[in-house]
Each structure stands twice: as C-alpha cells, then as structure tokens.
C-alpha cells in the first residue's frame, strides 16, 4: 500500500502558471478521464501535490485572482503547500519544510536556468544565468552581440525584470530586427520597450484567470478567453482548427485522447 501510495503521488513544484495549469490538468485526468481504463488502481485516489515556496500560488497575479485559483484548485483536490520551499528531490519524492512526502512522480514547475550564454560571452549575468543586456538588447561592451529571449534579463517600464514568456521573445526579436535596419540606415536605435499585453492562467478544464491591467476576469468567461488566444497565437489554420476541434471535444465529451499504453506483464501490487 506504502509503494502504491507513493505510485499515486503527483509533486508539482512551483505554483506559477505552468504548475497551476498542470495540477489542475493531472488531477481531472485521474478524476474525470481515467478512472474507467484501470480495473485494479482507483485513480480517485492519486493525490497532487503543489508545493510553493512563496506565500501564494500565481505570484504574478493581483491577490484576488492568486486566492480565486487557490480556492478552485482546491475544491478540485488539489493540495496546496504555500511558504514551503523544496530542499531535496530524490528517486523516493521531495522534502519540504521538514517534511518528507513519498512520491514516483515530481514536476518541476520552478523555473529554469538560462542558457550558458553569459559564460561563453564573458557577459554580466544574473542568478538564473541570464544574460545582463543593454537597453538596446547588446552585452555590454560588444555592440556587434545581440541576445533576446529566455537567455537575457532586461528591467520592463515597472522596473521589474521583462518576464520569461514568448511574446517577450517576439517583442525583442522584432525589435532587434529594426535597430539593425536602423543602424543600417545611420540611425540610432531607441531603446528597448517591453509591453505587457497580459497575465493569463488556466485552471482545469472550465476556468482560468486573466489580468490584462486594465481588466481581470476568473471563472468560465476567463477560460473562453484564454483558449481562444492561444488557438488564436498558433500557427497556420490548420493548428488552429484541429487544436480548437481537439479541446472542443475534450470540454463537451470529458474526454482525452491521450494514454499511456503500457505493455508487457503487468503484476496486481497489493
Ligand atoms: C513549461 C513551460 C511552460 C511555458 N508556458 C508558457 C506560456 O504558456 N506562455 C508563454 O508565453 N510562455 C511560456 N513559457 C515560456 C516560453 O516558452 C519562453 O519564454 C520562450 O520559448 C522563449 O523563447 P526563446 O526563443 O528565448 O527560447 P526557446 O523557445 O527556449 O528557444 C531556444 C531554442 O534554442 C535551442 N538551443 C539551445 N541551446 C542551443 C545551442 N547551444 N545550440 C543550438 N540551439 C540551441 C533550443 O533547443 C530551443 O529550440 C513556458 C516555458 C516553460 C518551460
């Protein structure tokens, strides 16, 4: 029971919007999706665990969004773990604020190191290894190096660092294009400005939480918005259509396509 136990235990640590959209995710997998596909496990049993070092779960969004997903999570099964930051993983599972919680799976969900860049620059770095640009996305020192992307950190308008997303990275690289178009022409480039379209966050199936500054929006109407842009951000129409036919079927039928089939023996664990 102790092994199946552990089996049955899915750690996500990290409780930003990655870690939020995958506990909401694996927890209505084991509760809505596979329950009729195993005959000797009980998936209502899988326990997901979101641990988060910080003292609430969405950190980049207002407060009242940040305790929205808390409470809907929660009233999925989610169990939340906020002010307790992970010290150990291991093959056994993960230690927490002094405890020890046994688990096969673990994700982490607590961001990423850049890449080696700044090393092989010789360029200021900060403590995710991010590359310290210029205003005009150029190391320091070597005008001809431009970096954009997960691999810099630069200060946005608010003065906080320019977030890790994909429309960052487009942002910069548009903008790395016209400063060499205006260099070319003899002109020199204006500094890069960051602009923020908005923070968005799905929570399981049917909710998700928006901030667009101008305005914040939770529950079914947040989740419609938030499905429609990144259907809308996809490449070509056919990614569009077949991912919109995709989640249409999963949101109306309560059903995925994806499994993992195992094969081979399979032994009964008691
Ligand atoms: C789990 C997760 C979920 C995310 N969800 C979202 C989201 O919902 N919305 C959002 O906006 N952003 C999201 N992001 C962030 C987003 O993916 C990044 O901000 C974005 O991809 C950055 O673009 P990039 O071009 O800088 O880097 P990448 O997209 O990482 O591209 C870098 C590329 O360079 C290649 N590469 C690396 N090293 C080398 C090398 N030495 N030689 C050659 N090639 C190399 C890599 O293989 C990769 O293909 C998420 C990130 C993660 C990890």
């Not at 665990?49 to 779960?57: K, S």
């Not at 942002?171 to 022409?185: D, F, M, N, T």
């Not at 109407?221 to 989640?247: D, E, N, P, Q």
Request: charged residues 20%; positive net charge.
């Amino acid at each position: 029971p102790e092994r199946r136990a552990a089996l049955l235990t899915f750690v996500i640590i990290g409780a930003g919007p990655t870690g939020v959209e995958l506990a909401g995710t694996i927890t209505e997998l084991a509760r809505d999706t596979l329950p009729p596909d195993f005959r000797h496990i009980d998936t209502h049993q899988a326990r997901v665990v979101l641990i988060e070092a910080g003292p609430r779960v969405l950190a980049g969004f207002p407060d009242d969004l940040s305790a929205y997903a808390q409470r809907s999570l929660e009233s999925l099964g989610v169990e939340i773990m906020l002010g307790q930051p992970v010290t150990e993983c291991s093959a056994e599972g993960v230690v927490y604020g002094g405890n020890t919680l046994k688990a096969k799976t673990l994700i982490w969900a607590a961001g990423v190191h850049a890449s080696r860049a700044a090393e092989w620059l010789n360029a200021p770095a900060d403590h995710a290894g991010r590359v310290q640009v210029l205003p005009d996305l150029t190391i320091p020192g070597r005008p001809d190096i431009f970096a954009i992307g997960d691999t810099v950190v630069i200060a946005g308008p608010d003065g906080k660092p320019v977030p890790g997303i994909a429309p960052a990275a487009k942002q910069q690289g548009r903008y790395v294009a016209e400063a060499i178009r205006a260099r070319l022409r003899g002109d020199a480039p204006a500094p890069f400005r960051y602009k923020h379209s908005g923070s968005l966050a799905q929570i399981g199936k049917r909710k998700a939480v928006i901030d667009f500054g101008w305005i914040k929006l939770r529950g079914a109407l947040a989740w419609w918005i938030w499905g429609i842009a990144h259907i809308y951000f996809l490449i070509g129409l056919r990614h569009r259509l077949s991912v919109a036919l995709s989640w249409l079927w999963i949101y109306t039928r309560d059903q995925r396509a994806a499994r993992l089939i195992t094969q081979g023996s399979s032994k009964v664990m008691g």
